[in-house]
């Protein structure tokens, strides 16, 4: 069993080495996958409907709920799992069941067949963000971690911009079926890749020095988790705004093809281009500006994402009501920069407030959390409202069920504001800015 870097003797480095780069452009890799085989279904909505005669409610029940119930609790055990055995390993075997999973996507004949699917990716992927966030905890230093994990977090934007132009292009080329096998394919050669050249790092050499006795066991660290109010807000605000973005990203596609014109072709090109800039480039930004100013006063961890989130929301109204697809992706590089914030800060607090041997389950706790809120939640939703709308709005239903996630907005904001209280105070009661 892996010890404390200080049990060891070893120093803790001023520096983060070349092989914790290599290792975060790995794991940055896979997490593309991960996302990248997970947004495949709202990119290819229009032509899986159009093949599989589903409805938007169908559709929003396996990207939401179907899918966020494998992925959150499944997620827990994994967590616990990974803590206690070898996170490199854990990853390896998820991002294999995911890509297969993904590739029998392609080969779904009905509703049933690609629920089920969707279903096994969503197991998959449970196993794939906590053992990372571990790892990456355990080869950056406190005060570049917010910084390396943003740079991890680049894995959804970049996953979300290169499923956009990849499984549009092939779709368009071949068929819908195709993208899914291809892509899915591709993360079979990640899994041989990530297993041969990551090595497991020592838990905890990169933090203060724990006794042999400071181990949790898996009910202790829930128990942790739960008793936490920052970790619980931080958790909840997420997931708030979360509904934000599964609900209305499992639907952005479908939205710009069917009530705003926008081709396949078009998809592949422009909607990529700004998934890529604006998602991105808000992530990234996001763990510079956390790390330079939670240095400072801790409260940043939620005033940065509330601050983020009122920006967004006149962007997200101007989105909904433009009326050319044009415009609409204009109005949409808002959304996708600062809805993100939000990833970053939570993620980085809780690897910051938590215990070495407690990080991937208390990341397990966090995503069931925000994503079991958003992701069951969102998608499942606006689908259902859609299809409540279509019937007398057959022209914009999509559009009226996004109007209905405007409150979540202010919702989201209110949570972070409450959580800066909490930290506030945590802060004046350690004597720690």
């Known amino acids: 069993m892996l010890t404390n870097a200080a049990q060891a003797g070893a120093t803790i480095p001023a520096r983060p080495g070349t092989q914790a780069w290599i290792t975060l452009a790995i794991l940055c890799f896979v997490y593309v996958l991960n996302f990248l085989d997970r947004s495949l279904l709202s990119i290819l909505a229009k032509p899986i409907e159009d093949s599989l005669h589903i409805t938007d409610g169908q559709l929003g029940l396996i990207g939401g709920l179907l899918f966020a119930v494998f992925y959150c609790f499944i997620s827990i055990p994994v967590g616990w799992l ?5 996170r490199v390993w854990v990853l390896t075997a998820a991002c294999t069941i995911w890509s297969g999973a993904t590739m029998a996507c392609g080969f779904a004949a009905n509703f049933a ?7 096994t990716v969503g197991f998959g992927e449970a196993g794939g963000v906590p053992p990372s966030y571990a790892i990456i905890s355990d080869y950056f230093p406190s005060g570049r971690r917010g910084t390396a994990l943003s740079i991890y977090n680049l894995g959804p934007p970049i996953g979300a911009a290169l499923g956009t132009a990849f499984g549009a292009s092939i779709a368009a080329a071949y068929s819908w079926r195709a993208a899914f096998i291809v892509l899915g394919s591709v ?22 020095p724990h006794s042999q006795s400071e181990t949790s066991g898996f009910w202790q660290t829930i128990a942790m988790f739960f008793s ?7 958790a909840l605000g997420s997931g708030i705004t979360q509904i934000v973005t599964y609900g209305a990203g499992g639907f952005t596609t479908l939205f710009l093809m069917r009530e705003k014109g926008m081709t396949l072709e078009e998809v592949a090109i422009w909607s990529a281009l700004v998934v890529a800039v604006g998602m991105g480039g808000g992530i990234f930004i996001s763990g510079l500006v956390i790390d330079r100013f939670t240095r400072r006063w801790k409260q940043a961890y939620a005033l940065i994402p509330a601050i983020s989130l009122i920006i967004a929301l006149p962007f997200f109204i101007g989105f909904v009501w433009a009326p050319t697809w044009q415009l609409a992706l204009i109005f949409l590089l808002g959304p996708y920069c600062f809805n993100f914030f939000y990833l970053s800060s939570s993620v980085t607090l809780v690897q910051e407030e938590v215990r070495p041997d407690q990080r991937v389950t208390s990341s397990a706790l966090l995503l069931l959390v925000m994503n079991f809120t958003g992701m069951a939640i ?3 939703f606006v689908g259902a409202a859609s299809d409540y709308f279509r019937a007398n709005h057959p022209h914009n239903s999509l559009q009226l069920a996004f109007w209905l996630l405007v409150p979540c907005y202010f919702a989201a904001i209110a949570v972070f504001l409450w959580l800066a209280r909490v930290l506030k105070k945590e802060s004046l009661s350690t004597g720690v800015p």
């Open 82 to 86: 990974a803590d206690k055995t070898g």
């Open 228 to 234: 936490r109010p920052s970790l619980v807000l931080a």
């Open 113 to 119: 067949q690609l629920a089920v699917a969707r279903m």
């Open 187 to 208: 993360g079979v050669v990640a899994a041989i890749l990530l297993r041969s050249a990551v090595r497991e790092p020592v838990r905890g050499g990169l933090d203060r």
């Open 378 to 380: 969102g998608p499942t």
